[in-house]
Nanobody, 128 residues
Framework: QVQLVESGGGLVQAGGSLRLSCAAS????????MGWFRQAPGNEREFVAA????????YYADSVKGRFTISRDNAKNTVYLQMNSLRPEDTAVYYC?????????????????????WGQGTQVTVSS
């Protein structure tokens, strides 16, 4: 069992930056692939970014590529999402998720149904 707690959301002006953190409980955090998803009102939950257990490979949605960076610190059981050049369309609730048993098929990282554990979410609001 893994528990995930997100933090770092808030209100920021367009062009600004935020860093989200996701703290995980459990001894096996380092073996999980981790992802960030977001959901705006009336929309489906969508993939934002993912990182494999070692941090050696990262994946991004086209809409955030070049602006967001995912990273992890396995010693601290924490995954981060650095968000720069924020836009009003980035406004959403951001969720951290853990993927148990990831075996290397990167396409699965984009699929929210593959993730086993989810945090409660943190609100990010970008004003224009």
């Amino acid at each position: 069992q893994v528990q995930l707690v997100e933090s770092g959301g808030g209100l920021v002006q367009a062009g600004g930056s935020l860093r989200l953190s996701c703290a995980a409980s459990g001894r096996t955090f380092s073996s999980y692939a981790m992802g960030w998803f977001r959901q705006a009102p009336g929309n489906e939950r969508e993939f934002v970014a993912a990182i494999i257990w070692s941090g050696g490979s990262t994946y991004y949605a086209d809409s955030v590529k070049g602006r967001f960076t995912i990273s992890r610190d396995n010693a601290k059981n924490t995954v981060y999402l650095q968000m720069n050049s924020l836009r009003p369309e980035d406004t959403a609730v951001y969720y951290c998720a853990a993927f148990r048993g990831y075996t290397g098929s990167s396409l699965r990282l984009y699929d929210r149904y593959r993730y086993d554990y989810w945090g409660q979410g943190t609100q990010v609001t970008v004003s224009s």
